[in-house]
């Protein structure tokens, strides 16, 4: 069984950008779609963004688009976040997550992931 840890959360200020990491252990990362999520205080998590196995294929939420990045490397057993141009509002604890099955949908539902992380906390100050 795959198990997840989530680093590079942090204070950061508006505008400012932050990198998140996500190493994985137990498991051969590179048979794993990987995604991110987010979940601010008193809301649903939400979906960031998703790679695929190979990392030929990448999707991410309307929020973010132009603004955070999602990319791995099977050689370190490791997905990143690449977030700039940073907001309040983009202010939650993070997730990320893995599946070895195929997506029902379009892989952008906690619901189609088995494994996740215990999170990271961003904060963007205004």
């Known amino acids: 069984q795959v198990q997840l840890a989530e680093s590079g959360g942090g204070l950061v200020q508006a505008g400012g950008s932050l990198r998140l990491s996500c190493t994985t252990s137990g498991g051969t990362f590179s048979m794993y779609a990987m995604g991110w999520f987010r979940q601010a205080p008193g809301k649903e998590r939400e979906f960031v963004a998703r790679i695929s196995r190979s990392g030929s294929y990448t999707y991410s939420a309307d929020s973010v688009k132009g603004r955070f990045t999602i990319s791995r490397d099977n050689a370190k057993n490791t997905v990143y976040l690449q977030m700039n141009s940073l907001r309040p509002e983009d202010t939650a604890v993070y997730y990320c997550?893995?599946?070895?099955?195929?997506?029902?949908?379009?892989?952008?539902?906690?619901?189609?992931?088995?494994?996740w992380g215990q999170g990271t906390q961003v904060t963007v100050s205004s």
């Open positions: 997550a893995a599946t070895r099955g195929l997506f029902a949908g379009l892989g952008t539902s906690p619901r189609e992931y088995e494994y």
